[in-house]
């Protein structure tokens, strides 16, 4: 092949190697996947992210292996490298199905059940849950039998819970490390709300309080 027809006439008339083209068609793809990457995260950031369940903590709501997705705009999603929170469109209510960010160690995520708020006090007895003395009749903690496993869930004990935090459960009381053990959600640690399972597409539903 000889270098006159090695060389293409782009629209601007000047002629380019073939070398050239390539180069200007990598730099092409490199700068789409970036700008691909930018909006993934700023979603992922700031409306939904995966999350793949890990444990059996959460059944029968959640199952080992469930894949979900986690609304953040409900609560507003968290301003990255700050403890502070744009505004979200919906209050958190008792029985949602939340992720947060461990107490314990920043790098782990947990997904458990609110069942609490700062001020108020938490006791199980019998195997029912009481907030502030008074039973919890929703369907979500009627179905479910609580153990007095734990510092934070003795018989007999009412726990306060802090301001600023929130008390969670696991709908699996036998075989969940939740609040019982290890104590409060600050509010701050909250990643959003499970909305619904995408995977496996024969467990595909939206997690609801029941």
Same mark, same amino acid.
């Given at each position: 092949m000889t270098e006159k027809e090695n060389k293409i006439v782009p629209k601007d008339g000047q002629p380019q190697s073939k070398k050239d083209r390539i180069k200007a068609e990598i730099i092409e793809w490199v700068e789409?996947?970036?700008?691909?990457?930018?909006?993934?995260?700023?979603?992922?950031?700031?409306?939904?992210?995966?999350?793949?369940?890990?444990?059996e903590s959460m059944t029968p709501t959640l199952i080992k292996h469930d894949r979900l997705m986690v609304n953040k705009l409900d609560y507003g999603p968290k301003v990255p490298f700050t403890k502070k929170r744009i505004p979200g469109f919906k209050k958190?209510?008792?029985?949602?199905?939340? =992720?947060f /960010?461990?107490?314990?160690?920043?790098?782990r995520d947990f997904i458990k059940r609110l069942v609490? @708020?700062?001020? *108020?006090?938490?006791?199980?007895?019998?195997?029912?849950?009481?907030?502030?003395?008074r039973i919890i009749e929703?369907?979500?903690?009627?179905?479910?039998?609580?153990?007095?496993?734990?510092?934070?869930a003795q018989s007999g004990i009412k726990t306060k819970?802090?301001?600023?935090? =929130?008390? /969670?459960?696991?709908d699996n009381s036998a075989s969940s490390h939740d609040s019982r053990y290890w104590? @409060?959600?600050? *509010?701050?640690?909250?990643?959003?709300?499970a909305e619904f399972i995408f995977w496996p597409f024969k467990r595909i539903r939206w997690i609801n309080e029941n």
């Open positions: 789409s996947l970036f700008i691909a990457f930018i909006i993934a995260m700023f979603i992922r950031t700031f409306f939904i992210q995966p999350f793949k369940i890990p444990s958190m209510k008792r029985g949602d199905v939340m =992720v /960010v461990f107490p314990g160690d920043n790098k609490a @708020f700062g001020g *108020e006090t938490v006791e199980i007895n019998d195997g029912k849950l009481f907030i502030n003395g929703e369907k979500w903690a009627q179905k479910r039998y609580y153990y007095n496993f734990g510092e934070y819970v802090p301001e600023g935090n =929130v008390f /969670v459960l696991g104590g @409060f959600v600050p *509010e701050v640690n909250i990643v959003g709300r």
